[in-house]
């Protein structure tokens, strides 16, 4: 069964920082591009940043082009998201995601980040 | 970038079909994958690659893109199909790669 368990979420100030894990099992982690989603309170989903399986290659969204690092160790099967200089509008749940070709077939529960003062 | 519409609100009776449309310009010429998601819930795949269920989706969800409109038809609908439901496709030129609709709503009266 995959499994995609995020942590690190929590209240940041503006401007702060914070790094997001992704704990992936259940596939061979390896073999997949991966990518954050995220979904503002009331809002719709929003694609953020992908990699690549061997995290060669690197796509973000232009709005946290610059502030947001994606980065992958497949020997811990493991998804990161490090965010910085971060702003009210990133207030999100982030979802960590496998994605096979066009699709985003696995989410996971989420991370709840708030970026207030 | 590439703009994916959807109405924001579809209300059906139980046992009745739910439509929600999906409205991208020349979407009929990309794959149109659909989501299910509930209050506090992470989406789920209900429909890929315009019209194929993954395994444990009732065959009551089924899908259709052609032209400038994709559609996910909801038939025989149950209470626990309320829950907010998006279409995504892949957009190369546009910055977001993986693009998502706007998100619909369905009420079960």
Redesign the interface.
């Known amino acids: 069964e995959v499994q995609l368990v995020e942590s690190g979420g929590g209240l940041v100030q503006p401007g702060g920082s914070l790094r997001l894990s992704c704990a992936a099992s259940g596939f061979t982690f390896s073999s997949y591009w991966m990518s954050w989603v995220r979904q503002a309170p009331g809002k719709g989903l929003e694609w953020v940043a992908n990699i690549k399986q061997d995290g060669t290659e690197k796509f973000y969204v232009d709005s946290v082009k610059g502030r947001f690092t994606i980065s992958r160790d497949n020997a811990k099967n493991s998804l990161y998201l490090q965010m910085n200089s971060l702003r009210a509008e990133d207030t999100a749940v982030y979802y960590c995601a496998r994605t096979h070709i066009t699709l985003v077939d696995y989410w996971g529960q989420g991370t709840l980040v708030t970026v207030s003062s | 970038s590439y703009v994916l519409t959807q109405p924001p609100s579809v209300s059906v009776a139980p046992g009745q079909t739910a439509r929600i449309t999906c409205g991208g310009n020349n979407i009929g010429s990309k794959?149109v994958?659909w989501?299910q998601q509930k209050p506090g819930?992470?989406?789920?795949?209900v429909v890929?690659?315009d019209s194929d269920r993954p395994s444990g989706i009732p065959e009551r969800f089924s899908g259709s893109n052609s032209g400038n409109t994709a559609t996910l038809t909801i038939s025989r609908v149950e209470a626990g199909d309320e829950a907010d439901y998006?279409c995504?496709?892949?957009d190369s030129s546009s910055?977001?790669?993986?693009?998502?609709?706007?998100?619909t709503k369905v009420t079960v009266l």
Request: charge should be negative.
């Open positions: 794959s994958h989501y819930q992470a989406p789920v795949v890929y690659e998006y995504q496709v892949w910055d977001h790669f993986y693009v998502f609709g706007t998100g």
